[in-house]
């Protein structure tokens, strides 16, 4: 995994990035104009509602099997379609392909910081403006796959 660990603004401690779908070594690259990020892990249950058999007369009670893993990411900040990591997503929502994406958490390792990183579908990028302003950007990213967990330094 190549990423790009820099700090691109004083306080940002939490950001994505973009593969540039290379191979065999892909390079990662700042979405800078991504100014809110929402990361989303969620483990899929199915639940049953189970009678206790020595005295079926009482209240049945939950119980759950999980399922499976999911982690999708929403990003909304100003649209600038010359970046190449804008333009990766949106190649990658027009055609239907995964985009490798990496969560920048940067602080040190005994921090909590880390880098994760996953194989992701655009599902949705929405593109609009409002009284002659900047041209903004919303996307949902689902997440393929478990991510891979890398601890910074």
């Not at 603004?9 to 540039?20: C, E, H, Q």
């Not at 079926?56 to 990003?75: E, N, V, Y």
């Not at 990591?85 to 005994?110: E, F, S």
Request: include cysteine; proline fraction near 7%; hydrophobic fraction near 40%.
């Amino acid at each position: 995994m190549t990423a790009n660990p820099v700090a691109p603004l004083p306080g940002n401690k939490f950001y994505v990035l973009v593969g540039d779908g290379a191979s065999p070594t892909e390079a990662f690259n700042f979405l800078c104009v991504a100014t809110t990020i929402d990361s989303d892990h969620s483990l899929d249950l199915e639940d049953a509602m189970v009678l206790d058999c020595g005295d079926p007369t009482l209240i049945a009670a939950r119980a759950s099997t999980p399922k499976g893993h999911t982690w999708d990411l929403k990003l909304s900040g100003v649209c600038d379609p010359a970046k190449a990591p804008y333009q990766r997503l949106l190649t990658a929502h027009r055609t239907a392909v995964v985009v490798n994406c990496q969560l920048m958490k940067n602080l040190p390792g005994a921090s909590n910081g880390n880098i994760e990183q996953a194989g992701f579908f655009v599902s949705k990028l929405t593109e609009s403006k409002a009284d002659n302003g900047l041209v903004k950007f919303s996307a949902e990213l689902h997440g393929q796959g478990l991510p891979t967990l890398t601890a910074n330094a």
